[in-house]
């Protein structure tokens, strides 16, 4: 069974940093895309972040320039670096993943981590 373990979520003032990671474990054979999601209170999930297994990236228009995604394939591991945060950036962040497990594939989220950014 793969899962995936957030960390790095916190408080921060406006314009202050985090870098959230995910780690995923279990019988992986390989991870296509990895991605950081978030849902602020009352509003959908939207895409914040993804990338591939080949280094491709595509972000939300609202975080371009301040965000950037990485991933470090042998540790099956993709980070957020968020610098510049603002109050709106405040939500629960999720990393997803989609890839195959043996000969199966998948798609599994994680538990969240909570970003809260004060003005």
């Known amino acids: 069974q793969v899962q995936l373990v957030e960390s790095g979520g916190g408080q921060v003032q406006a314009g202050g940093s985090l870098r959230l990671s995910c780690a995923a474990s279990?019988?992986?054979?390989?991870?296509?895309?990895m991605g950081w999601y978030r849902q602020a209170p009352g509003k959908q999930r939207e895409l914040v972040a993804l990338i591939t297994i080949g280094g491709s990236t595509n972000y939300a228009d609202s975080v371009k320039g301040r965000f950037t995604i990485s991933r470090d394939n042998a540790k099956k591991t993709v980070y957020l670096q968020m610098n510049n945060l603002k109050p709106e950036d405040t939500a629960v962040y999720y990393c997803?993943?989609?890839?195959?497990?043996?000969?199966?594939?998948?798609?599994?989220w994680g538990q969240g981590t909570l970003v809260t950014v004060s003005s």
């Open positions: 997803r993943a989609e890839g195959v497990a043996g000969y199966r594939l998948f798609e599994v």
């Open positions: 279990g019988s992986i054979t390989s991870i296509n895309y």
